[in-house]
């Protein structure tokens, strides 16, 4: 009965310091996820966009083990020229299908160095810290309101 009782009493002990630090942790990440989100937002508006097609998907053996597919990408540039580059990232299953369409966005003068540009890939930091952000709010309001009930 003792050893049921100690994780019981260790959680109530520490409940009143999470329920005061949680909120304020999940604020500061809320905030981060805001400098993320325009730290991000004014990176990609200085690239020059465009819409690409996925022609493959190539494979090649990732560091840990295993299979990495990194989609190969054909675009054209506003002055007419078509670019074929294969994106940064490559996963371990296939994310684009051949033929799909994607955006690309890339730095001015430099179309070798385009990378797949959807919301997901630019603003991933962002949406990561604000989930947690939130959640950890949520859990720091709930458990205040655990401690103060009689």
């Not at 400098?35 to 990609?44: E, F, L, M, N, R």
Request: a positive charge; charged letters at 15%; aromatic letters at 10%.
């Amino acid at each position: 009965m003792e050893t049921s009782r100690n994780p019981l009493q260790a959680v109530q002990r520490l409940s009143a310091p999470a329920a005061a630090w949680l909120p304020r942790l999940g604020v500061l990440l809320l905030t981060l996820a805001g400098v993320a989100a325009g730290h991000s937002w004014w990176w990609d508006r200085a690239q020059l966009h465009a819409a690409a097609t996925v022609t493959e998907n190539v494979a090649t053996f990732a560091p840990g083990g295993g299979v990495s597919y990194t989609p190969r990408l054909r675009f054209l540039t506003p002055s007419g020229e078509i670019v074929q580059v294969l994106a940064a990232q490559g996963r371990s299953d296939v994310e684009f299908t051949p033929g799909a369409s994607v955006p690309v966005a890339w730095p001015a003068g430099e179309p070798q160095r385009a990378g797949i540009a959807t919301v997901w890939c630019v603003y991933r930091t962002a949406i990561w810290l604000g989930i947690l952000g939130t959640v950890l709010f949520d859990l720091g309001w709930l458990l205040r309101l655990r401690t103060q009930r009689p």
